[in-house]
């Protein structure tokens, strides 16, 4: 079981900014994807962000476009979400997910899942 754990979530005001973190394990051949997910009470998980490993190409849900972004350090082993403008909308748990399959990924199916982190937003 591959670990991956996230940090940097928080308790904030309306639009103000966080940036969430998910260290994972130094790849070697195959390479993984990497998206972010978040669920909040009483809802199912939903499809944050993703990026793909070779070309960091970049997916947003609707609902995050303009405000979010995903990027990833490869050096450091750290995939990243920079939350900005934050909304209690956006109140859930985060959590990073990879998978070698990018569709998959996006659909929720993944190889490793971490522990997820608390992101609370109050206006």
């Known amino acids: 079981q591959v670990q991956l754990v996230e940090s940097g979530g928080g308790s904030v005001r309306t639009g103000a900014s966080l940036r969430l973190s998910c260290a994972h394990p130094a790849y070697s051949y195959p390479y993984y994807h990497m998206a972010w997910f978040r669920q909040a009470p009483g809802k199912e998980r939903e499809f944050v962000a993703s990026i793909t490993w070779e070309d960091s190409i970049t997916d947003y849900t609707d609902s995050v476009k303009g405000r979010f972004t995903i990027s990833r350090d490869k050096g450091k082993n750290t995939l990243y979400l920079q939350m900005n403008s934050l909304k209690p909308e956006d109140t859930a748990v985060y959590y990073c997910?990879?998978?070698?399959?990018?569709?998959?990924?996006?659909?929720?199916?993944?190889?490793?899942w971490g522990q997820g982190t608390q992101v609370t937003v109050s206006s």
């Open positions: 997910a990879e998978d070698a399959n990018i569709i998959k990924l996006r659909q929720g199916v993944a190889r490793s």
